[in-house]
């Protein structure tokens, strides 16, 4: 069975802080896809970053970056220099090979305070 | 391209009733996923078209139902509404049919059971 497990309920920090959010993943898929979503308060979800299971490479997108680390099973995901704009809730998500049926994690609320 | 557009953005819903959503997905996109979101149970897979033929199913009663047009748009219907029904549905549209495609969420209709 597939499981995302996000600890993290909720984040607060300070504007241009650093941070990292969780995620653990469970699958006995071989191949898999990661992913990351962004809810702000409006109630779209916003696709941020796809990874396969055969791509451990990091990646890094202006501020953002994502850690895969299959060896832990994780998906971190940090924030460099936070800014306001980025309150929001975050979801991990997977899903295997054959099908849409996209699992996500619980999701952890970032509040980004001036 | 226009994103993809779920109607209506809220219902009021009295137990017992039912009610249909819409959604309509990204031009070109043919796999179309609801999601039910709530406080307590996060984000939960309800089901997915792909071509008018419902692919995958999570793990909801009969009361929640779905089709899709021949234009890919969809439509969830649940029947004899329950207060536990209350929430945020979520639709989904996708470019392709396999679990490495991202899922492209709409706002979402708020629907709440009194």
């Known amino acids: 069975a597939q499981k995302v497990t996000q600890a993290q309920t909720e984040i607060s920090v300070v504007e241009k802080e650093d941070v990292t959010l969780d995620c653990v993943y469970e699958?006995?898929?071989?191949?898999?896809?990661l992913f990351w979503y962004k809810q702000p308060p409006s109630g779209e979800l916003v696709f941020l970053i796809r990874?396969?299971?055969?791509?451990?490479q990091n990646e890094i997108s202006g501020r953002y970056s994502w850690n895969f680390q299959k060896s832990t099973s994780s998906f971190n995901f940090t924030i460099t220099a936070s800014q306001v704009v980025d309150s929001a809730v975050y979801f991990c998500?997977?899903?295997?090979?054959?099908?849409?049926?996209?699992?996500f994690g619980a999701g952890t609320r970032l509040t980004v305070k001036p | 391209k226009a994103g993809v557009t779920q109607t209506p953005r809220y219902l009021i819903k009295t137990r017992g009733q039912q009610v249909t959503l819409s959604c309509s997905p990204i031009?070109?996109?043919?796999?179309v996923s609801w999601y039910q979101q709530t406080p307590g149970q996060g984000l939960q897979f309800l089901f997915e078209?792909?071509?008018?033929?419902?692919?995958n199913k999570g793990n909801f009663p009969g009361r929640f139902s779905g089709r899709q047009f021949s234009n890919s748009r969809s439509e969830m219907n649940v029947s004899t509404l329950e207060l536990g029904d209350s929430a945020l549905y979520l639709c989904?549209?996708?470019?392709?049919?396999?679990?490495?495609?991202?899922?492209?969420f709409g706002n979402g209709t708020r629907l709440t059971v009194t």
């Open positions: 998500a997977l899903s295997d090979y054959n099908n849409n049926d996209m699992r």
């Open positions: 990874r396969n299971s055969f791509d451990e």
């Open positions: 699958t006995r898929d071989t191949t898999y896809y």
């Open positions: 078209y792909f071509s008018e033929t419902q692919r």
């Open positions: 989904a549209s996708s470019g392709g049919y396999r679990g490495h495609s991202p899922l492209h």
């Open positions: 031009s070109g996109h043919r796999s």
